[in-house]
């Protein structure tokens, strides 16, 4: 092929000429599509039908022209006209079908619409998004069947969306055992589940869920589930409360730390993490006592609780909740160190019925400087008593104070 140097003036002439109109064709091409986008970017009617007699063959400009005209101008019979030419350009979208379901829907043309979800979700079986706009679709024509299929795809495949499947799902249904039926085996759906049934008053639901859960044999971390202990506890319904703490402490090494046989105190001896929560303690700072754990100061183990008070106060904000018998009678044991503390009225461990929080018994005030000793006294439950509060207080709180005091193996224990 002769070279460009030795074409005559003609031919040069004629290749720059094509050359000019190759890149001419290019930008007019480009400059097109530039003005297309910028027109289908402002999503409005007009603007989308300048953007498709620019480029007629972009799918997603006649998607979104039938969107456009199914919320914005209501005319889903022209809007279902778009979406099938959207469909002949991409008939691989999943995301289109489902618009031209949505324009049928809107058209009263509900068997259409149907056809339309099917054939969305033949082209896409397994994406989330899909599913769970199918389910909406199943749902609202009342087949509750195909919508849980689709809702449990959803589960399966984006656990993020538990909260609002779940919640539309026991909405719409309100059958605790269709409901598990779509439950994957996954301990975070379960608890969210358990969260909304409890949310909703539904307590027989949710222990029905709280024994699936059980049964899943699942590992999950067991703060998680502390809530459900925490409304149970809530609702003084007390068996089930001890139930669900022992299933749990059968499940984790961790949890099984908290407990001894021979101690109905959990964490008696203050060695383990305080989980603010179950039957474990909880503390809620207040003014004017300083609450810590101690590890230079101790009475057994690897550390203590320690209080420092600085003007006045009753309660130290610490107690825990303790499951007894009615009738019975229980020794309570603890042991206490005190450092220069000035008072009227020491502080004092305590035993209160957590249904009106009557102090039942109450050990011997502690003050000035003393020794690790033990303290110890006994109580007997009333005859409706099931639960129990430990705590440390000062009565009266108004007092001054001004001191340190240590406290550690709290015990208590049927006699």
């Keep these: 092929m002769a070279s460009i140097s030795k074409q005559s003036p003609l031919e040069r002439l004629m290749w720059l000429a094509l050359c000019f109109l190759g890149a001419a064709s290019y930008a007019w091409f480009a400059i097109r599509g530039y003005w297309a986008q910028n027109l289908a970017n402002r999503l409005d009617q007009t603007s989308l039908e300048k953007s498709i007699a620019l480029e007629p063959r ?142 909703n008053g539904e307590w ?42 022992m299933q749990l402490a059968s499940r984790s090494k961790a949890m099984q730390a908290y407990s001894h046989p021979d101690n109905l105190v959990v964490d008696g001896s203050f060695s383990e993490e305080i989980l603010n929560s179950g039957f474990d303690w909880r503390y809620t700072p207040r003014p004017n006592i300083a609450v810590a754990l101690d590890t230079n100061d101790f009475h057994s183990g690897t550390r203590s609780l320690s209080l420092t008070y600085s003007e006045n106060g009753s309660d130290a904000g610490l107690f825990e909740y303790i499951a007894v018998q009615p009738n019975k009678n229980y020794q309570l044991s603890a042991w206490v160190k005190s450092e220069d503390l000035e008072t009227a009225n020491g502080p004092r461990l305590t035993l209160s019925d957590a249904s009106n929080n009557t102090i039942s018994v109450a050990t011997e005030e502690t003050s000035g400087s003393t020794t690790w000793h033990q303290l110890e ?22 007092t001054r104070i001004q001191g340190k005091f240590w406290i550690d193996d709290i015990i208590l224990r049927p006699m």
């Design 204 to 245: 027989a639901a949710a222990r029905q869920t709280w024994s699936a859960l059980m049964k899943l044999k699942q590992s999950f971390d067991y703060h998680d589930a502390l809530f459900y202990v925490d409304s149970l506890l809530e609702a003084r319904a007390v068996e089930n409360a001890t139930d669900a703490w």
């Design 377 to 398: 006294t006994k109580v007997q439950t009333g005859p409706q008593t099931k639960l129990l509060v430990i705590a440390i207080l000062r009565s009266p709180g108004e």
């Design 58 to 199: 972009n799918a997603t400009y006649h998607d979104l022209l039938c969107r456009s005209m199914i919320f914005v101008s209501g005319q889903p019979s022209q809007a279902i006209s778009e979406c099938k030419k959207s469909l002949e350009l991409d008939p691989y979208s999943s995301s289109f079908r489902l618009d031209l379901a949505q324009a049928y829907f809107f058209g009263g043309e509900k068997e259409q619409c149907l056809d339309a979800v099917r054939r969305a979700i033949a082209v896409d079986p397994t994406t989330p998004d899909t599913a769970w706009s199918a389910a909406n679709f199943f749902l609202i024509q009342g087949d509750t069947r195909e919508a849980l299929q689709q809702f449990a795809l959803v589960l399966r495949g984006e656990p993020t969306l538990a909260t609002p499947v779940l919640n539309i799902c026991w909405q719409s249904l309100h059958d605790i055992n269709r409901m598990q039926g779509i439950l994957p085996p996954n301990p975070d759906i379960y608890l969210a589940f358990i969260k909304l049934l409890l949310s």
